[in-house]
């Protein structure tokens, strides 16, 4: 048996078999004097952070020890799927340090949107998850919009401690640091690693000055994100790269919307005709049928003229589930974890929402 190695850099333990996972290093490269993993090679190589992942309790586990140190934790989430990027269990680790919230992934959001009241929605979510947060940040990491701002605010919150960046699969976590890291020290090549203190692995240090680092961790696995069902080509499909434009469909009781074959939405009863607005990606069909030709449709059409999911991902899809919702007075917004949401206008609604098993679907206050 070979003696276990640990990368120099983040204290991983070393492997060979998973590129997603913490402590990867190609075979080929295993005969180094100084040994580090591939992610914290590309830090110390090209100032860039990599994607590695872990399942929510391995994470937990090690995030134990943040609740003894002074330090700022920054969580963030994706604004287009926030209740499938939120970390369960965040609020065991944090301790009583500062928590700060970063909304990426702002750009998708119509301009029409009232950021103010997105950030105090983001508060409300948090205080539900048991998380009071210090301020909340909307920024888009790949187009750098409120980085700015984030990054200045944040100097001056940790008044010189060390910042722990943590965040689910998928949120824009490497973007929002390789911003970070870009705006602060550019192309020069200053960026070391260092083995991290105590008994956490797979987390990278990146200095911020002297005394004090940025400190990357794995993103979480989050069961509940609709991205573990579809294909790498669906995947992409659902996934929205531009800001979201707002569909809406005229429609009475009796009618049913199908956003590809992901999500049905039946009109069950409703007291008049009105405006259902569906924000999802630019590329998905949305489909408008008979709520009595629906069931028929759905099990002749799957994966062809209801699609995605294509053939790839259909092997291993999970039944539609229903979940019902009244709309009385306020208009509401019905979320389907990872996919997007429609909005439901004030009326007397009855509202049947399918969507696979395991996906999130929740109903929440318009947020546009
Ligand atoms: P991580 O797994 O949290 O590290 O996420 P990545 O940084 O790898 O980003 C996941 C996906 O989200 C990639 O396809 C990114 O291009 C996309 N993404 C990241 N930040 C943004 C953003 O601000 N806006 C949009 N539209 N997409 C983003």
Redesign the pocket.
């Known amino acids: 048996m070979n003696e276990q190695l640990y990368c120099q850099g983040c204290g991983a333990p070393i492997q060979t078999e998973n590129k997603q996972e913490p402590g990867y290093v190609p075979e080929s490269a295993l005969n180094q004097e100084q040994l580090i993993c591939q992610r914290c090679f590309r830090l110390k190589n090209y100032n860039e952070v990599q ?1 590695v992942n872990m399942h929510a309790d391995d994470f937990l586990q090690m995030l134990h020890d943040i609740s003894d140190q002074d330090a700022v934790v920054v969580n ?1 989430v994706d604004l287009f799927d926030v209740h499938g990027s939120f970390i369960p269990g965040l609020k065991r680790f944090v301790g009583n340090n500062p928590i700060v919230l970063v909304g ?2 702002v ?2 959001l119509p301009k029409s949107t009232n950021l103010n009241k997105v950030k105090l929605w983001l508060r409300n979510v948090a205080k539900e998850y048991g998380l009071i947060v210090e301020d909340v940040f909307l ?5 750098g919009t409120g980085i700015d701002e984030a990054s200045v605010q944040l100097d001056q919150l940790r008044q010189g401690k060390d910042v722990y960046v943590v ?1 689910c ?8 640091i390789n911003h970070l890291i870009h705006q602060s020290v550019g192309e020069k090549d200053v960026i070391t690693t260092s083995y991290f203190p105590g008994t956490t692995l797979g987390f990278i240090e990146i200095p911020l000055d002297e005394q004090s680092s940025l400190i990357d961790t794995p ?1 979480i696995i989050n069961e509940h994100q609709i991205a573990h069902l579809m294909s790498a080509k669906d995947l992409k499909l659902i ?3 531009k800001e979201v434009k707002p569909r809406v469909f005229q429609l009475n009781d009796g009618q049913t919307l199908f956003v590809g074959g992901m999500v049905r939405v039946d009109i069950s009863e409703a007291d008049d005709k009105y405006g259902y607005i569906c924000y999802f990606s630019n590329r998905l069909f949305i489909h408008r049928t008979k709520t009595e030709k629906a069931e028929e449709l759905y099990e002749n059409h799957l994966g062809e003229m209801l699609s995605p999911p294509s053939e790839e991902t259909l092997e291993n899809w999970p039944a539609l589930k229903r979940k019902t919702f009244h709309v009385h007075e306020k208009k509401m917004d019905v979320v389907i974890s990872g996919l997007g949401w429609i909005t439901i206008p004030p009326g007397k609604i009855t509202i049947d929402a399918y969507a696979p098993e395991g996906v999130n679907v929740i109903i929440r206050e318009a947020i546009i």
């Open positions: 994607d963030i990426n992934k750009d998708l920024v888009s990491s790949v187009k965040g699969t998928n949120v824009g976590k490497s973007t929002f993103g996934t929205p790269k």
